[in-house]
């Protein structure tokens, strides 16, 4: 591997620590190189904190090797004051005189203007090493500034013979002990594949279901069982069908409801968006979500939501549980084309990962 593809690979997985915590903002990573040595390195950890660049060159005890010294950034160097004053202004202050760059800035508020200060003021810049990966590492941050929506993954469990709901609902055992009152889900996959979607909860801003999951398993839609954030909660409910009583409205996080009409249960956490259920749902919600500034979304259906999803091609990722388990009969999966997947095994459970290329 080249010198300069080594040190970004290091800037990206530094900047994997930031999943989840740094919406708005993109995972940055960063690392400071005088012959051939990191003397220094950083991500960025949450929004309003300090940048990756500026975490890297905090870090460096010998401040006087920073006149001879390479700082590697994944993106591009910000050039403008947010919450946080620009990173290229102490780099020039710095006077470090190498920057490396794995890819520009999508965010109209940098989009190259960081590289033209750093060359203005006289710094030697490199851009777009290991191009890809970098956009791939904030393909969140991208599709929202590029395409002006969130970046949208599909996720369903279905059984070995393609079904995502029984054709009556059957209590699970582990709930036999349990209020008969207290509904839920006939679970299809095992303990460890249900852990793993709440870590993905986590790291994804939104969490999307129809009206007829909330009436028929009441959930939380929370990360209850990983540790990290809980996801915005987004609902469709054409017709303001869910039970005042459901979790989903008890207004612990922000939670946004699709309908075609509002109510008067709108509270601070609580917000309505009146949508066209004659036109396209898929885009309407996509552009929706933009305005509330949500990067990304997991869509976990049931089947008629996620099929909207489908039907509009308006999805970037699919994530597909098949339970090693029988139900013939019950509500199918969504149709969706299964080409070049990615497929992992999680003590019995397959996990199918597609992207949409199109």
């Keep these: 591997m080249k010198t300069h593809e080594k040190y970004i690979q290091r800037c990206i997985e530094l900047a994997k620590n930031g999943l989840g915590t740094t919406y708005p903002n993109p995972m940055v990573g960063s690392v400071i190189v005088y012959e051939d040595t990191i003397i220094g390195e950083g991500w960025h950890k949450k929004a309003g904190e300090p940048h990756a660049e500026v975490n890297a060159i905090n870090s460096v005890k010998d401040k006087s090797l920073l006149k001879k010294a390479t700082i590697y950034v994944s993106l591009e160097p910000c050039s403008h004051f947010g919450k946080t004053p620009p990173c290229c202004d102490l780099i020039i202050k710095n006077e470090i005189p190498n920057v490396v760059i794995g890819t520009v800035d999508p965010n109209i508020k940098v989009a190259g203007n960081g590289i033209k200060k750093l060359v203005e003021a006289g710094t030697n810049v490199t851009v777009g090493v290991l191009e890809a990966e970098c956009h791939e590492l904030n393909k969140r941050f991208f599709t929202f500034h590029e395409k002006k929506r969130p970046y949208i993954i599909l996720k369903w469990a279905e059984t070995k013979d393609g079904f995502i709901a029984p054709e009556k609902k059957v209590r699970y055992p582990e709930t036999l002990d349990q209020d008969d009152n207290e509904k839920k889900p006939f679970w299809i996959t095992n303990p460890y594949s249900r852990q793993l979607v709440h870590k993905w909860r986590t790291e994804e801003q939104a969490i999307l279901v129809g009206t007829q999951t909330v009436i028929d398993d009441n959930p939380k839609l929370d990360a209850r069982d990983w540790y990290g954030n809980n996801p915005v909660r987004i609902v469709i409910d054409q017709n303001n069908r869910i039970p005042k009583g459901s979790h989903i409205l008890d207004n612990q996080v922000k939670t946004i409801l699709f309908s075609k009409s509002k109510t008067t249960i709108e509270k601070e956490n609580t917000i309505f968006e009146v949508i066209d259920f004659e036109q396209n749902i898929a885009s309407q919600i996509a552009a929706i979500l933009y305005l509330h500034q949500i990067q990304s979304v997991i869509i976990e259906g049931g089947q008629q939501t996620l099929q909207t999803f489908i039907d509009a091609n308006l999805w970037d990722e699919a994530r597909i549980f098949i339970g090693n388990i029988h139900f013939a009969s019950g509500t199918k ?26």
């Design 333 to 358: 999966a969504p149709a969706l084309t299964r080409t070049n997947f990615n497929e992992l095994l999680i003590d019995g459970d397959q996990l199918l990962i597609l992207k949409n290329h199109d």
